[in-house]
């Protein structure tokens, strides 16, 4: 069991910025390849970006490229989502996610073991 907290959302103008967080409290989650992923009302959920245990590799859904940065601190024990110039369209609940049977990460939603309950995210036009 892996509980995974995120926080950073909130309401936000078109063209802004917000900063998500997401951590495992009381643990590491250096081991595990980690992903953002969102769902907004009526859709499925969908993978936004991702980055493996070592922090190297990122990988990001085609429209969130050059806009949304994901990152790890040093001692790798959280995961950040930087979104930038942000669009209405990015209103979505944003799910932190965690892969502990691989390092690097995958878009594939299957492949994540836990999740946290989500920060919601509002950008208004």
């Known amino acids: 069991q892996v509980d995974l907290v995120e926080s950073g959302g909130g309401l936000v103008q078109a063209g802004g910025s917000l900063r998500l967080s997401c951590a495992a409290p009381?643990?590491?989650?250096?081991?595990?390849?980690m992903g953002w992923f969102r769902q907004a009302p009526g859709k499925e959920r969908e993978f936004v970006a991702g980055?493996?245990?070592?922090?190297?590799?990122?990988n990001y859904q085609d429209s969130v490229k050059g806009r949304f940065t994901i990152s790890r601190d040093n001692a790798k024990t959280s995961v950040y989502l930087q979104m930038n110039s942000l669009k209405p369209e990015d209103t979505a609940v944003y799910y932190c996610a965690a892969d502990v049977l691989r390092r690097r990460s995958t878009v594939l939603e299957s492949n994540y073991d836990f999740w946290g309950q989500g920060t919601q995210v509002t950008v208004s036009t």
């Open positions: 980055i493996s245990a070592s922090g190297v590799i990122t």
């Open positions: 009381g643990r590491s989650v250096s081991n595990f390849a």
